[in-house]
């Protein structure tokens, strides 16, 4: 007689391993459609009524402008447009600085653009020194 072979049935419902995309798909695209409807809904532009300038008159101001520090080619240092000497440069500088209020004892140092690095160094440190309190630095005329 013959052997009779095991009959393997493969079940009909097992679980899914795939992920179903299509309710989350959905709900995006209702979600998408809601914001696209509400949005242009929201834009509300308030008017801004600012009141019109009524003219003035310009205040003087009691603020000194920065003194002015040339740096020369050579490394001659001008304060004011007067030459100083290097002796002469923290000590005149200190007086300079001491006949202006507090908060107004400001530099401002216009370096020529051949003049010696090491030289407009030792005049930031002498000004720093002399009790500057704010140092610019252009090679323009403020």
């Known amino acids: ?42 834009r509300r532009e308030l008017m801004l ?8 008159e310009p205040t003087p101001s009691k603020e000194l402008p920065p003194g002015l520090v040339r740096l020369t080619a050579e490394g001659t240092l001008l304060l004011e447009g007067e030459a100083v ?10 007086r300079f600085l001491e006949a202006r209020p507090r908060g107004q004892r400001g530099l401002f140092f216009q370096p020529d653009a ?16 002399a009790g500057a309190e704010a140092l610019g630095l252009g090679l323009e005329a403020p």
Request: glycine letters at 2%; a positive charge.
């Open 114 to 129: 051949r003049a010696p690095y090491s030289r407009l160094v030792v005049a930031l440190d002498g000004a720093k020194s």
């Open 85 to 94: 000497s290097e002796a002469d440069y923290v000590p005149r500088l200190r």
């Open 49 to 56: 009524q600012l009141p019109s300038p009524e003219p003035s």
């Open 1 to 42: 007689m013959r052997a009779r072979r095991p009959i393997l049935v493969k079940p009909q419902s097992g679980l899914q391993s795939d992920i179903n995309v299509t309710p989350l798909v959905d709900v995006v695209l209702v979600l998408l459609i809601i914001f696209m409807v509400v949005t242009p809904l929201m």
